[in-house]
């Protein structure tokens, strides 16, 4: 079967950077594309980027200039590169497959609307 596993989260200070992945087995992001969202405590389920199947690409505002994308289509892995965090940013960090511009209500829900959602990481950033 399909699965995505993300990683890299932890605790961070405002301003410090993480790296997130997400592994894909079964499935290949070039083919798919995928995209990563977050859910911070109290705040409804966000969109954060896409890259679609073609290339394409959508970041969300709150962290336009700051995270980045890349990827290794060796290891069929994505990385989300978060520079200059703020403790807004704090939240669980899912990537899912194939990308939807979905954002809103909850991540648990959202997440029945994807092929293939990952468990999730936490971030933690503070002041």
């Known amino acids: 079967g399909v699965q995505l596993v993300e990683s890299g989260g932890g605790s961070v200070q405002a301003g410090g950077s993480l790296r997130l992945s997400c592994k894909a087995s079964g499935l290949s992001f070039h083919d798919s594309g995928m995209g990563w969202y977050r859910q911070a405590p109290g705040n409804e389920c966000e969109l954060v980027y896409i890259v679609s199947e073609d290339g394409e690409t959508y970041t969300s505002p709150s962290v336009k200039g700051r995270f980045t994308i890349s990827q290794d289509s060796a290891k069929n892995t994505v990385y989300l590169q978060m520079n200059n965090l703020k403790p807004e940013d704090t939240a669980v960090y899912y990537c899912?497959?194939?990308?939807?511009?979905?954002?809103?209500?909850?991540?648990?829900?959202?997440?029945?609307?994807?092929?293939?959602w990952g468990q999730g990481t936490q971030v933690a950033v503070s002041s």
């Open positions: 899912a497959a194939p990308p939807r511009p979905r954002s809103g209500g909850s991540c648990r829900k959202t997440s029945a609307e994807f092929n293939y």
